[in-house]
T-cell receptor, first 111, second 109 residues
């Protein structure tokens, strides 16, 4: 069966520090991969999606970036965090024709 | 028009009540529709897909109205455990999935 792992689960970072969140999917090949962010009390905002290795589509201009170095690995990064980057980051995968499956999320607090 | 509009609630209903949520979308190219449930500080989980003919899963019924571009979720005989935020989701026809802001439901004893 397919599983999705996302880490770290929680992190507290100072403004201006770098960020790296990692997500891996097991049990499927060539998944579509997604990064969403949910600010406190808000809806899910699509940040990036990828339909293949090295293919990244960005939805919202910001100081975040994403990479897909391997078929089932998706990484969200930032060189310098802002206060506004705080939120609940969710990685998800789909086959492209069905529903999204989410990781357990990474809760980021920028101080 | 916004891509998706969903009443944020909260909907406070007594146990046993029937409650319905709607969600409107603007992208006529959308082919896949879903309802997700999100508990506080957790990831969203699929509640049910929404099919053109309507579909039912126990106490939950989902419907799609393509002409008016909305989907609905009906919950019958509400339980305390149904308290959560319900998110409507649709695809844009280009690999992207767009979420509504969610409707909060509180079922009261």
């Amino acid at each position: 069966s397919q599983t999705i792992h996302q880490w770290p689960a929680t992190l507290v970072q100072p403004v201006g520090s770098p960020l790296s969140l990692e997500c891996t999917v097991e049990g499927t090949s060539n998944p579509n991969l997604y990064w969403y962010r949910q600010a406190a009390g808000r809806g899910l905002q699509l940040l990036f999606y990828s339909v293949g290795i090295g293919q990244i589509s960005s939805e919202v201009p910001q100081n975040l970036s994403a990479s897909r170095p391997q078929d089932r690995q998706f990484i969200l990064s930032s060189k310098k965090l802002l206060l506004s980057d705080s939120g609940f980051y969710l990685c998800a995968w789909s086959t492209g024709t069905g529903e999204l499956f989410f990781g357990e999320g990474s809760r980021l607090t920028v101080l | 028009r916004k891509e998706v509009e969903q009443d944020p609630g909260p909907f406070n209903v007594p146990e046993g009540a029937t409650v319905a949520f709607n969600c409107t979308y603007s992208n006529s190219a959308s082919q896949s529709f879903f309802w997700y449930r999100q508990d506080c500080r957790k990831e969203p989980k699929l509640l049910m897909s929404v099919y053109s003919s309507g579909n039912e899963d126990g106490r939950f019924t989902a419907q799609l109205n393509r002409a008016s571009q909305y989907i609905s979720l009906l919950i019958r005989d509400s339980k305390l455990s149904d308290s959560a935020t319900y998110l409507c989701v649709f695809d844009t026809g280009t690999y992207k999935y767009i979420f509504g802001t969610g409707t909060r439901l509180k079922v009261l004893a």
